[in-house]
Nanobody, 117 residues
């Protein structure tokens, strides 16, 4: 089992920045990718950013240039730097860990991000 612990959420004014962290631990399968997803009230969970074992990253076009995902392999931790935040970025942000081979997914408990206008 992979345990994911997220931190860094909170309340910020529009235009501000936040950095989320997600630390993976436990009986870890080989890492295939880690990522961040978010879910706003009444909406489906959507991909925010993802980083693969090769180090490649991908983002939805709407978030490119504002959000940056990175990973510290030694700490098994992934970060999400969010800049120029907008009220529509408000939601619960979930960390995801995907296993290599099986494709099994693990999820964190979520961290709330609220951007006030």
């Amino acid at each position: 089992q992979v345990q994911l612990v997220e931190s860094g959420g909170g309340l910020v004014q529009a235009g501000g920045s936040l950095r989320l962290s997600c630390a993976a631990s436990g009986s870890m399968c080989t890492f295939n990718s880690m990522g961040w997803y978010r879910q706003a009230p009444g909406k489906e969970r959507e991909l925010v950013a993802r980083i693969t074992r090769s180090g490649s990253t991908n983002y939805p076009d709407s978030l490119k240039g504002r959000f940056t995902i990175s990973r510290d392999n030694a700490k098994n931790t992934v970060y999400l730097q969010m800049n120029s935040l907008k009220p529509e970025d408000t939601g619960v942000y979930y960390c995801n860990y995907q296993c290599y081979g099986s494709g099994r997914n693990y999820w964190g408990q979520g961290t709330q991000v609220t951007v006030s206008s």
